[in-house]
């Protein structure tokens, strides 16, 4: 069993979880993983007869070490340090201790990888095979609905569901409130607002005022992991990659617009990336779907 955190720390980790809500804006979710992965580093130096406010680089890799011999993945042992590294910015800010320099507290290089998206046949498939599904017509128009908003919009999961029966109709474009509480303005395809619409008059259960416009079959709201099940039968019906998810769509819109010749920063706005460099991630993928269309397509691209 872990210690328990000492009276100090516990007040230290609650301004901490304070600050990451009111300074960081992060959501509630992200804030309990980070204070997780710290409760973990403070048991694991206490355990080794370290103290939290004196970290030391030795400690420090010696936890990493860890982390790896329990085959923690690079994306796990990368957000412990972003954890450990926020965790002591905040004490050091707060005068809770001095730290010289923390600039050491990194995490193990991450290889590059690409977002798995589908392309247009692909995805115009999925919207295909949900004619074959056996349900009312209203849900079908409510699915339709709902993976036009990632493919065309491309947003989220929890931000196409968040959309509320008073947004509609929809206009010109949407205000959609994102990761951190991030707000920006994603314009909306008429295709997308038509079917919206469709699926809001078939619904039975008529919505109104500031809840979720899409439903359940019982009325309640329609979550997540129904449109993620959803996708999965749509993925088989079709025959589509295994990677098709439902954030795939949202990557097939990134990628599709660049494709195009959509500005890179404009496309950085439409998906609420806070940096550029995750954006940039579909330069590398759309790169390579231009390598092999030109190895297909050259006269000389089949020669060893």
């Known amino acids: 069993m872990p210690e328990q955190a000492t009276p100090t720390l516990s007040i230290w980790l609650d301004s901490w979880r304070n600050w990451l809500i009111a300074e960081k804006q992060?959501?509630?979710n992200t804030c309990e993983a980070y204070l997780a992965d710290f409760q973990a580093y403070a048991d694991f130096l206490r355990l080794s007869g370290e103290a939290v406010d004196r970290p030391t680089r030795q400690r420090f890799r010696a936890y990493l070490a860890k982390l790896q011999a329990d085959d923690k993945s690079r994306a796990?042992?990368?957000r412990h340090v972003a954890s450990i590294r926020s965790f002591y910015r905040c004490a050091d800010r707060q005068g809770w201790m001095v730290i010289d320099d923390f600039s050491w507290m990194k995490?193990?290089?991450q290889p590059r990888s690409l977002p798995k998206t589908i392309s247009e046949n692909q995805a115009a498939a999925m919207l295909s095979a949900l004619g074959q599904l056996e349900k009312p017509s209203w849900q079908i128009a409510r699915d339709r609905a709902v993976l036009?908003?990632?493919?065309g919009c491309g947003l989220r999961i929890s931000e196409a569901l968040s959309i509320q029966a008073n947004d509609r109709p929809l206009k010109d474009w949407i205000?959609?409130?994102g990761k951190g509480g991030k707000v920006r303005e994603v314009p909306v395809l008429p295709l997308v607002t038509t079917a919206v619409e469709q699926a809001a008059e078939l619904c039975p259960f008529q919505p109104q005022g500031?809840?979720?416009?899409?439903?359940s079959s019982r009325g309640g709201a329609y979550g997540a992991?129904?449109?993620?099940?959803?996708v999965e039968e749509l993925r088989l019906r079709a025959g589509l990659p295994t990677h098709t998810t439902p954030h795939a769509l949202r990557h097939a819109f990134a990628t599709h617009l660049l494709s195009a010749g959509g500005d890179l920063r404009a496309i950085q706005e439409l998906l609420g990336h806070a940096s550029l460099s995750t954006t940039q991630r579909y330069t590398y993928l759309d790169a390579g779907q231009l390598l092999d269309i030109h190895k297909q397509t050259h006269p000389r691209g089949n020669l060893k």
Do not use: E, G, H, S
Not at 148 to 151: A, D, E, K, Q, T
Not at 210 to 215: G, S
């Open 26 to 28: 992060y959501a509630a």
């Open 148 to 151: 036009l908003l990632l493919y």
């Open 107 to 109: 995490a193990p290089k």
């Open 175 to 177: 205000r959609i409130t």
């Open 225 to 230: 992991r129904a449109v993620q099940r959803l």
């Open 210 to 215: 500031d809840v979720p416009l899409f439903r």
């Open 76 to 78: 796990t042992i990368a």
